[in-house]
């Protein structure tokens, strides 16, 4: 298109402007009259991209586990000498970056010195440097990242919850690696990364704050514009409809048993719409079944089996989708046996009352306009759904358009049939 | 944005910000008590047995599904301490009506809801149910014992333990287990009766309703049932433990030692000279910027996260690390060397105005959040701070090198606390021995 694209929504009263490059870059500026500006430059690679064909060859390689993260880190690192955080600190901003399974993002947070902040953004994903020493160096640091998600019980309870519902998917990888894989990372294999992924057909920056969008893209151009597009090549894997197995259990340092129930997903579908429409569907479901006020919650708080509340979650993409329903209890096995029962139940002779479904569809609703208050999270959703290939600001029809018998026909399907789900438990250490 | 403070009965007060920047509106009414173990314990055990029920909706399915109904509302009574401040809050959290698809009437049924909870709890002959005590209580000793779930949470809450073990703040505003079991439906509910009569009230609001709108309705909820009470808000700086360099070290079942070191600074935040203590910390472990993170992680490599803390209304820092177990005693040293770098002047004028920079960023980011905006003017008032964003940017600009210094100089190391491994798990690197594909 190279020019802007003005896209908004009059009933939640937002809009943003949407830049394509030539080269395939997509920039997005999100107005909005707030003191914090968010920027975030996301890029579609994380740990499931753990086989591809790197850029200028033609078979396929598989580096160590963990790379993807290991980029994230070594990309703060300048041709200067300098690091990248010392030049935002030197601007006041707040920079960060993470990586998940699907994705890599840097970002920063200012009140002040935005343009400045934002080229150095730019110009940081844009110039990789890195040289033996600086390797070596971050292994120790990234050594002890791991460590410390090893000695979280939510971590591992969710690492072993994934591996359970899937067997191939490479959503199983840890997205920090290991020990071990870590210290093979070579600068080479880094700049491989770096050039198979990070270029601009793979990129989508974010701003959202009280900026001009010209003076934006005039920053992004100056070290953006000029590289070339590619896509990756990543190596599809297929994944059986069946979970891996139902039940995992570890000992732990904890002090009530934690517990977390996988639902797999195997209805994905082909295109953004229909995935938007099912997360929506989802999301409405799980809280009828899960939320604070639904009949389960209060049957099993009360009779003191569910310790809290459940915390509930769907994720979903082209190649993998799944809901996590996570709480504490004293019998773990019992509170889920009482939620397979719950649901056959409802699966077979109940249906779902017009006021429970209107009552979670509020609520699903309401938390979605409510996310338009924060900066950060209007950029981090708008990579969220750009990389879906979806328009954020019509997510909120698509929860009002869902219906009733969505939800129930939802209900009744596979996802939904106890003989499919997963159950992780951390108990606390015997001795 | 606008700030307006309006008397609504006499010792109630209506401390409001105007604002459109949000969708969401929050109100919150706070009900101040001393602090000591047992009003924590009474009032933390309050917050949920409240919760449990109200007379209108006197089921915890039937205020959530009223609160859903009115777009998801988000109903709290939370328990936190400030000082020598015990707090107890009940606040609702609602989508503004503007942006509701339907005429719902939000606003009005979030007040009405914040009436239930304060005034209208659910009693069975005079007392709140047995029932709900009895698994409230269970629920929240579970909640305490769980700490030890995030070990670096762990970590720190024993070092401030430690440090301060013979202060009367020393306190955890979740309450503690041995008074928990003792309490009874009969004195939980005379706590009750006794908040609402015997406290220090305040209002709270952030949203785009209009001040004059709030103050009516609050006025309605508290007419002829303000609490009063002469509690004395103001804190003083924790002295210290007194016997040197107190040191602590347990062993638990983990990969990587958690390391937390306890400062005194001799000062609070009500005393006058108290943001160059801002700006010391911001300096030595505030974030990316600081000497901690920057070589203690960045150049040394001996951790993923090394920073500070102030607790500032007991005029204490802390600092947090995780990492290799074997070398505790080289992280100390390299902690404690880089507060010695500031004392001894050994930091540039840009580190100290990135430090500076750092500070005011994150100052004007709590405006962008409606309950952050509330917290912080909640704490204002408390401690006759201005809120006033223009003096507070200028009061970090105007402090100087030799206040940072000095700052760093009142700062005293006090306590030590290392939570290192049981010796069961590796905790030092070596005896890695699944293959990759197997640790995935």
Redesign the interface.
Known sequence: MNKWNEISDK???EKYYLYKFENGLTLCVFPK????FYAVCAVKYGANDCEFIPMGANEYTKP??GVAHFLEHKMFDMPSGN?A??D?????????AFTSSDKTAYLF????NFYESLGVLCNMVSKPYFTNESVK??Q??????I??Y?????SKLYRNLL?SLYSKHPI???VC?????ISKITPKILYDCHKTFYNPMNTVICVCGDCDKEKVLEIVKKDMASLSGFVPQRMTVSEPKKINRHKVEEE?????P?MMIGLKDCDLKATAEERQKRCAAVDILLNILF?????L??KT??S?LL??NFDEEYENSDSYAYAAISA?SHEPEKLYDEICAYISCLRLDKTIGD??F???K??????E??A????EEIANSFVDFFFDGFDMLKYSSVI?DVTKDDVISLLRSDMFCPDNFVLSVIKP?KK | MKTTDLAVLQNLDLHAITTD????NVVSVKFIKPINKKNASLLSLLSRVIKRGCEKYP???AL??E???L???VPQIRTFKSGSCLILEFSVDY?DSG?A?DDCDIEGGAFDILEQLIFHPLLSDGTFKE?YVV?EK??QI??I????????VYALKRMMQEMMQNDYRCVDALGDTEILKDITKENLTAAYFDLIKNSLASVYFVGRTDPQVIKDRIYKIFSGRVPHSDIDTGTKAFSGTGTGIKEITES?????GKLCIGFTLGKTLTDGSFVPFDVMNELYGG???SKL??NI??KM?????CSSALFSATGIMAVSS???CGKKDTVCKAIFAELEKIKNGEFSD?ELY?AK??L???V??S????LALENTYFLCNLYSKSLDLDIRVKNIQNVTRNDVIYAAKCTKPDTVFFLKSDGE?D?D?NG?V???EQ??
């Open positions: 009933k939640i009263g009259k707030m003191s914090t160590p586990l690091d955080f010392s935002f600190a030197a601007l006041g901003a707040n920079a960060n947070s200012c009140t002040d160096k971050e120790g640091i990234i050594a002890q990242e460590r410390m090893d000695d979280s019980p939510s591996l199983r990888k840890n690696g290991t020990v071990n894989s732990m340092d904890v002090s009530l934690i939320g604070v006020s639904s009949h919650h209060e708080y009360t003191g310790s809290g504490a006021d429970e209107l009552r979670a509020r609520a699903i609703y309401a938390d306009i409510c338009y208050d924060s900066t009002a250490n | 920047k949000f969708k969401t089921t915890i399915a959530s599904s609160s859903q109904r777009y998801a509302l989508l942006f698809p029932e698994s269970a629920m579970d909640l014992k769980s700490r030890k779930n995030n070990k670096s638990a079942p983990v990969r990587q974030g990316i910027q993170f920057c992680r960045e490599s001996l951790c993923y996260y995780g990492i290799e840009e990135f920079l750092s005011i960023n994150t004007k980011e405006f962008d959040s409606a798990d905790c690197g890695e699944l293959s990759d640790m995935e």
